[in-house]
């Protein structure tokens, strides 16, 4: 047979997070369980299992807007770099944890994705953490995760999921990290008014040194509030035939300006 070559590449940079009903139901609506979890989730164990072993498509990463852009800065997270069970389980118990089930949500449908689940699930119960670890469809999941009922009633606590790096690399755009209160914002519904306070003041400033710093202060109000869980940066490659011309330099494949010698 005649043999047909491709061309693969890396398009894009993504994350893998997981959202939390933070500030609705015990016990993340305590600041210390949900630094315990940060405490305690290693990054590694998340990507060899959502993405492979292959370290050339996936890294570390503790920047909420994203490593590797202007604003990618990981300052105040270096507590939490390193797992750490015993801290872990310290805060936990320091929140008034006392066994209560947390539920963990889990997309059968998206391998990638469960595997988020089931790590997140795998690492809470090495602490002795009670689990509910719940699969569902995708669009189920999405559907449940915006109940705001207590998780016994039908809510939830933990549910993953992947975002691209040209939705969460820059402060005004970053919606998961958007912690206006009222309730309005994404699922897990964080609400902070000093790290707002802080978003807004870069927003204004126009000094690129004094965005810098603001983001920076920025970033670590949000190591302090946690408003979700970060467990890694993964490369999505995309292959086609070699004899396939104009494929679009894009984040998501787009279908025109294509044609084929």
């Known amino acids: 047979k005649q043999k047909t070559a491709y061309e693969i590449v890396s398009r894009d940079w993504s994350s893998d997070v997981c959202s939390s009903d933070l500030f609705l139901h015990p016990p993340f ?3 210390k369980a949900r630094q315990a979890v940060a405490m305690l989730f290693d990054q ?48 936990l118990a320091e929140a008034g ?14 391998q ?25 469809e995708w669009n189920a999941m999405l559907a449940r995760r915006t109940k705001k009922d207590p998780p016994e009633q039908g809510g939830w606590h933990i549910a993953p999921t ?11 755009i970053n919606f998961a990290s ?15 008014e000093e790290a707002e306070k802080l978003k807004v003041a870069f927003l204004a400033a126009v000094d690129p040194t004094e965005q810098k710093r603001l983001a920076e202060a920025l970033h670590k109000r949000l190591w302090e509030f946690v408003p979700y869980w970060m467990t890694g940066q993964f490369q999505s490659p995309y292959a086609w035939r070699a004899n396939v011309q104009g494929v679009v330099n894009a984040s998501v494949i787009v279908f025109w300006n294509i044609s084929k010698s």
């Open 29 to 31: 609506n305590n600041e």
């Open 44 to 91: 590694k164990d998340f990507l060899r299992a959502s993405v492979g072993n292959d370290e050339k498509w996936w890294r570390t990463c503790h920047a909420y807007f994203f490593c590797g852009t202007p604003f990618g800065t990981e300052a105040g997270s270096e507590p939490y770099r390193m797992p750490n069970k015993e801290r872990a389980k310290q805060l």
């Open 178 to 192: 958007d912690t206006a209160c009222g309730g309005r914002n994404w699922p897990g519904w964080p609400c902070d």
């Open 112 to 136: 990638s994705i469960s595997s988020l689940a089931e790590v997140a699930a795998g690492q809470l119960r090495s602490i002795g953490v009670n689990v509910d670890l719940q699969g569902m």
């Open 162 to 172: 992947t975002v691209s790096n040209g939705l969460v690399f820059h402060p005004l």
């Open 97 to 110: 944890y006392k066994g209560e089930k947390i539920v963990i949500l889990s997309p059968t449908s998206s």
